[in-house]
Structures are given as C-alpha cells and as structure tokens.
C-alpha cells in the first residue's frame, strides 16, 4: 500500500494531491513506528517481567548456592575432623603397634634371659645332684667301712665290756653320747640279775645297732673309749681303721689375758685326743679364760676347718687374725699329734677394746666354721671391756676393724 502511495506521489508532482499523499504517507510511517514502539515496548516489559523472574530465580539459585557452599564447608570441615582423627587413630594405631612390637621385643629377651637363666640353673642342680650322688656313694662307702671297722673290733671290745669295771666306766658317757638307751644304761649300772657277761652282750648289741644305723657315731665311740684308760688302746686301733672323714676331731678355745679387760689372745686348739687338749690346757696354759669347746668331722679327707671372722664387731672393739684364711688342716692335726710330745695346731687372734666413750662394753661376736661339721653350728665370742677412768694412764691399742687387717695381711 505504501508502494503504491509512493508511486502516486511520483506521478502527480507539483499538485495538492501530492501533498495530500505525503502528507498520508508520512502518518501512516508513523503509525508503522508507534506500533513498532509499542511492539519494542511491550517486549521490554515482557523482557523485565523475565529478568524480575529470572532475579528472583538467580537469588534463590544464590541462596541454594550459599546452603550448599555451607553445607559443602561443614561436610569438608566434618570430613577434616574425621580425617585429623583418622590420621590421629592411625597414629595412635602406629604407636601401639610400636609399643606392642617393643614389648614383644622385651618379653623374647626376657624369655631368654629365663631360658639362659633356667639352663644354667638346670646344670648346677645337675652338677649338684651329681656332686650329691657321688658324696652319698662316699659316705656309703665309709658307712659300709665304719661297720667294718666295728666288726674287726667286736669280739675285742665284747671282751672288755664284759668287765664290769670297765663297762661301768664307759657306760654313762655311752649314753650321754646317744649310743646306749636308759634301759641298757640301768641294766649295765644297778640290774644285778643279770650277768656282767650278758650285760656286756647286751651293751654291745645295741652299739652295733646304733652304729649300723648311724656309722659316723663310730666317732662319738672312740671318744668315749679313749677317755677312759681300760679302753685307750682299743680306741686308737679303731681310731687308726675309721674312715677320715668319719673321725672325731676336737677344738677349744681359750682367751689368755695380755691386758686386762683390754685386750685378749684368742687361741682356737685342735687335736683329735680330748683328753690330751685337757691335760695340755692345765699343765701349760696359765691367764687363760676357757670358751667354747666344740667336736667336729671334715667334709674331705685332705680337708681344713676354717674360722670365718665376716661381720664387723661392735663399735669400740677389733678382731685381728694373725694370719689369714683362718684355717688347720686334717693332716696338720694328725700329724701334731703323733709327735712326742704332741702338738697342738692352733689359730691366733687378737682382740683389743678401745678406750672411746662410746664404745659398747660387751663383745659378742659370731664365729662360723667352714669345711666341717660341728655339733655347733657357731664359736660366740664373748668379752666385756673394763671401765677406765679418763686420768688413768693407759696403752690405747689402735681398733683395727677385721677387713682392714685382712686387706694388710693379703697385701
């Protein structure tokens, strides 16, 4: 239409139709631009009408991006904390696991140190036992000889015990011994219905039932009979054929004063004749001060009694050994004895009280005795010191302490 109105314009140049024509032309123009305007217009509204729901979509969108962020930081943060515990846990797990291992570790050194420990203890009680088995057939030995010895004598001994002079000599100390019973002790001293032969008889039976049952009482025999003269001689035949280590051997100690309540010499005699340490001790020891007495046996045949001085004395007193170990062996005393006239061996030691305040005045000091057995297990050391008053003019003798003079004496 527009074409066509333009065309008429062309043609009719110059004429109020023209004009006319324009005129229509220019308003029908702005017709097509209102229409266009309002056609822009209305799609701008339609366009801010999406952009108001596409806002409102995107804050939503926003705010459901900002949950999830959220949520996404918590679950990374919870993710984190599981994780620090996680790796806290394997950590934890890493160092129990170390532990356990190390413990491991200890408990096999510690079985080991037990199995070493085990194995090793195992061979001593083997070498013990074994050392056991091979005494016991020792002293089965020397038992079996003992009976011996009791039978090769028998019929000599009978003899004399059938004496009653004799027998009521031997009889009490027999039971004092333990080799009789009170019965046969009765019968042997006030039983006149029976003969001094069958008293005899029976006195003999029991000794070899005594002896039988404990041959090392064989000992305790000889040192009954050598005590009593009927029987000296038979005493040292039986002496001579008993085992070593079955023979009786005799000590006594005496404390022969050198200063008094001071200081003392202690002298420990051995021999294997009590009645000769006896005579020995009236007829030449003079000062002296009698301790203890005691009888023993050696553990070996080329064994030695040993004085063991191992605690340290009372404050204020000293115990020196004159020579150490503290020892008499078994063939010294044997020996000794069979020179004419007999020896005796011995063991010195000197013991001094200090003149300190606060020194204790009484000495009590255990002895023990190794390489033997005794009928007393220790030698107690006896001494009281005497008062001096401080302007009283005196010797102060110097209180060397045991391990001190034994140290001297090694050097």
Not at 100 to 108: F, G, I, T, W, Y
């Amino acid at each position: 239409m527009n074409q066509q109105l333009y065309a008429s314009v062309y043609s009719s140049q110059g004429t109020t139709e023209q004009l006319l024509i324009s005129r229509t032309i220019q308003l029908l123009n702005s017709e097509e631009e209102l229409a266009s305007i309002q056609q822009l217009k209305e799609k701008n509204e339609k366009l801010e009408a999406e952009m108001k729901v596409l806002s409102g979509m995107k804050w939503e969108v926003d705010q459901l991006r900002t949950r999830e962020m959220e949520k996404i930081e918590m679950l990374q943060e919870k993710i984190s904390v599981q994780g620090m515990e996680i790796l806290k846990k394997e950590s934890q797990q890493k160092q129990l696991q170390k532990f356990l291992e190390e413990k491991e570790l200890e408990r096999k050194t510690e079985l080991q140190k037990i199995d070493k420990l085990f194995y090793s203890s195992l061979q001593e009680k083997d070498t013990e036992l074994q050392e056991v088995i091979q005494m016991q057939q020792v002293n089965d030995t020397q038992y079996l000889q003992a009976k011996r010895v009791l039978l090769e004598h028998f019929i000599e001994l009978s003899v004399a015990m059938a004496v009653t002079p004799n027998r009521l000599s031997v009889v009490k100390q027999l039971f004092d011994s333990g080799l009789v019973s009170e019965t046969n002790l009765h019968q042997a001293t006030e039983d006149d219905t029976v003969s001094g032969i069958e008293k005899g008889a029976v006195l003999m039976k029991e000794l070899k039932a005594f002896i039988n049952e404990r041959p090392e009482l064989i000992s305790s025999l000889v040192a009954v009979l050598e005590e009593n003269e009927a029987f000296k001689s038979i005493a040292k035949r039986i002496g001579k054929d008993i085992p070593p280590t079955l023979r009786m051997y005799y000590g006594q100690v005496l404390y022969v004063v050198k200063t008094p309540g001071l200081e003392w010499l202690m002298r420990v005699i051995f021999d294997r004749d009590l009645s000769r340490i006896k005579t020995y001790i009236n007829d030449k020891i003079k000062n002296a001060e009698l301790g203890d007495f005691f009888s023993f046996t050696f553990n070996d045949a080329d064994g030695y009694i040993e004085l063991c001085f191992n605690e340290m004395p009372s404050k204020g007193w000293s115990i020196r050994p004159h020579k150490t170990p503290v020892i008499a062996s078994r063939y010294d005393i044997e020996e000794c004895g069979n020179m004419s006239p007999p020896q005796f061996p011995e063991c010195l030691v000197t013991i001094t009280a200090t003149l300190d305040i606060d020194a204790i005045k009484e000495l009590n000091y255990p002895v023990t005795m190794r390489g033997v057995k005794s009928n007393v297990e220790k030698i107690n050391i006896v001494l009281t010191s005497e008062t001096v008053q401080k302007d009283q003019t005196t010797t102060n003798y110097p209180a060397t302490q045991i391990s001190e003079s034994n140290d001297d004496q090694q050097k």
